[in-house]
């Protein structure tokens, strides 16, 4: 089993920053790749950016290209998503994800925590 418990979220003026913190705990065969999303009101889960705890892969949408970091801290078993330059638009929930690194869905997922940008 794998738990994942998400932190940082809040309220944030347009032009600001947060950063977000997933900590994770359970086997790390399943949790090879780790990815964050996020779920606007109304809106449809869209993927935001993902990376391997082996290796330094990172993808991200193209949304967030230029804005967002997705990072990791092994010591800690968390994975951080820096934002800059937020946006109105960024104003979601947004959740922490993990998936065995064979299988095309993520398995695992926070309960989400949540980002407002006012403007």
């Known amino acids: 089993q794998v738990q994942l418990v998400e932190s940082g979220g809040g309220l944030v003026q347009a032009g600001g920053s947060l950063r977000l913190s997933c900590a994770a705990s359970g086997r790390t065969f399943s949790r090879d790749v780790m990815g964050w999303f996020r779920q606007a009101p109304g809106m449809e889960r869209e993927f935001v950016a993902s990376i391997r705890w082996s290796g330094d892969s990172t993808y991200y949408a193209d949304s967030v290209k230029g804005r967002f970091t997705i990072s990791r801290d092994d010591a800690k078993n968390t994975v951080y998503l820096q934002m800059n330059s937020l946006k109105p638009e960024d104003t979601a929930v947004y959740y922490c994800?993990?998936?065995?690194?064979?299988?095309?869905?993520?398995?695992?997922w926070g309960q989400g925590t949540q980002v407002t940008v006012s403007s």
């Open positions: 994800a993990s998936k065995r690194g064979f299988v095309s869905n993520y398995e695992y």
